[in-house]
Every structure is written in structure tokens, then in C-alpha cells.
């Protein structure tokens, strides 16, 4: 069974970085997709960004530039680098996975989710 557990969440000021790790167990596909997507309060869950098991990126318009997802060589471990934060980045972020390919992201169509991390940001 696919379990993801998130940490790296916390509080910082603008301008600040944080660094998200999603930790994958009993995930051991060819063909994959992992994502790292976020819902702040009254808002919809958006996607920001992507990978697949090519390695090909996506990133949301609003992260691009500032945000770089990354896999450690094991494929076990999911990082999101986050620098230049800005309030409007507060939000629950999860991590998500799911099998084969194509991916789905942005759409949040993945079938494992991890419980959470927040991430709030001041200005």
C-alpha cells in the first residue's frame, strides 16, 4: 500500500525559503507521477508542480521561477524547494502520486494523497 508522509512546513517571512520532503513508501513503480499541490482557506486546490518518472517538470505560472521540485536518486523522496515565498504562498500543501502516465497535474486527479504540511508565510 502507497503511504505518503510529508514534512518541512512552517511559518517564514516574505522573501524566505522552506524546503517540503515527501517521504513515499511501498511505491516502487517504473511509471509514475508524483505532484506537490496546495489549498489555502476558501480557496480550491491547485497544483504546483510536477514530475514523472522521465523526470519531466511542470510548475505552476505563480511558482515558476521560485519553486523547484526534485526526486533523491531512490525515487523515495519528494522535495519541493520554495525561495522568494510571498503571502499569497500560505497554504495546506500535500503531496500526491499516482501510476503510469500520462500525468494528470495540474488537474488533482491522483490517487494517493498525503495528509498535509502548512506553510504560512508573513509579510
Known amino acids: 500500500q502507497v503511504q505518503l508522509v510529508e514534512s518541512g512546513g512552517g511559518s517564514v517571512q516574505a522573501g524566505g525559503s522552506l524546503r517540503l520532503s515527501c517521504a513515499a513508501y511501498?511505491?516502487?513503480?517504473?511509471?509514475?507521477?508524483m505532484g506537490w499541490f496546495r489549498q489555502a482557506p476558501g480557496k480550491e486546490r491547485e497544483g504546483v508542480a510536477g514530475i514523472d518518472s522521465d523526470g519531466s517538470t511542470t510548475y505552476a505560472a505563480s511558482v515558476k521561477g521560485r519553486f523547484t521540485i526534485s526526486q533523491n536518486n531512490a525515487k523515495s523522496i519528494l522535495s519541493l524547494q520554495m525561495n522568494s515565498l510571498k503571502p499569497e504562498d500560505t497554504a495546506m500543501y500535500y503531496c500526491?502520486?499516482?501510476?503510469?502516465?500520462?500525468?494528470?497535474?495540474?488537474?488533482?486527479?491522483?490517487?494517493?494523497w498525503g495528509q498535509g504540511t502548512q506553510v504560512t508565510v508573513s509579510s
Open positions: 511501498g511505491y516502487t513503480y517504473n511509471t509514475y507521477c
Open positions: 500526491a502520486a499516482d501510476l503510469g502516465l500520462p500525468c494528470a497535474f495540474p488537474r488533482d486527479d491522483y490517487n494517493y
